[in-house]
């Protein structure tokens, strides 16, 4: 019980540190596009005051979407990738149990053999 509990806690501790993570990486594409739409601004000098807040507002709202559509792409992808190794780990796993149930087997067998002819084979 005291094993489930300890693997509860881990799972909330691991999705709190993807939320902050989460959070962090989405307060870098704001920033990243606050600095994109400035710099894009300041190439258009004849801009005014009002125009420019507008403009940077206009760049900063498609440059979140992209971001956003960019990141959701992402999380998909990840998903499908992390299900398809996860069935893959499953397969090698089961493999590797089935051959090392085979070679205790032989092991066993051998044993049985060389306990009945009392020697191994080949040696008179």
Do not use: K
Not at 85 to 99: P, Q, S
Request: net charge negative; proline share 2%.
């Amino acid at each position: 019980m005291a094993e489930e509990t300890g693997r509860g806690e881990d799972v909330r501790m691991a999705e709190a540190i993807n939320e902050i993570e989460g959070f962090l990486l989405w307060e870098a594409e704001r920033e990243q596009a606050r600095t994109r739409a400035e710099e894009f601004c300041a190439r258009l000098p004849w801009l005014t005051a009002s125009q420019r807040e507008d403009v940077a507002a206009h760049y900063c709202r498609e440059q979140r979407e992209q971001s956003r559509s960019y990141l959701e792409r992402i999380a998909v992808r990840s998903a499908a990738l992390r299900t398809e190794y996860e069935g893959a780990y499953r397969a090698l796993r089961r493999r590797m149990m089935v051959a090392l149930l085979g070679i205790g087997v032989l092991e066993v067998l051998a044993v049985a053999v060389f306990s009945f002819t009392g020697s191994a084979p080949g040696v008179p």
